[in-house]
């Protein structure tokens, strides 16, 4: 059983920056393909940032430049700095992941499987 904990949200000023990580266990073998998701109130949930099994990474265009997702196989550890918060930018914050490897980093929901609690992440102006 795979399980995704979140942690690091927060309040910060516009301009600030947050770390989020997301714990992940329950795999065999590592290389599987992780993504962070976010849900602001009366949206719906969109793709913020990916990595694939090569370490390949991809980024929403509003975050390009200002956010960076990593991965550390060895502390079962999927992270995301995110700089130069924006109020736009406020939103809970979710870690997924899909049951195996996968070449080219994806932003759309279906191809991930497990999915974490959420942290809440609010950028104030």
């Known amino acids: 059983q795979v399980h995704l904990v979140e942690s690091g949200g927060g309040s910060v000023q516009a301009g600030g920056s947050l770390s989020l990580s997301c714990e992940y266990s329950?795999?065999?073998?590592?290389?599987?393909?992780m993504g962070w998701f976010r849900q602001a109130a009366g949206k719906e949930r969109e793709g913020v940032a990916a990595?694939?099994?090569?370490?390949?990474?991809t980024y929403r265009d509003s975050v390009k430049g200002r956010f960076t997702i990593s991965k550390d196989n060895a502390k079962n550890t999927l992270y995301l700095q995110m700089n130069s918060l924006k109020p736009e930018d406020t939103a809970m914050y979710y870690c997924?992941?899909?049951?195996?490897?996968?070449?080219?980093?994806?932003?759309?929901?279906?191809?991930?499987?497990?999915w974490g609690q959420g942290t809440q992440v609010t950028v104030s102006s």
């Open positions: 997924a992941a899909m049951r195996g490897r996968c070449y080219g980093a994806v932003l759309t929901e279906s191809p991930y499987i497990y």
């Open positions: 329950g795999y065999t073998y590592g290389g599987h393909c």
């Open positions: 990595i694939d099994s090569d370490y390949r990474t």
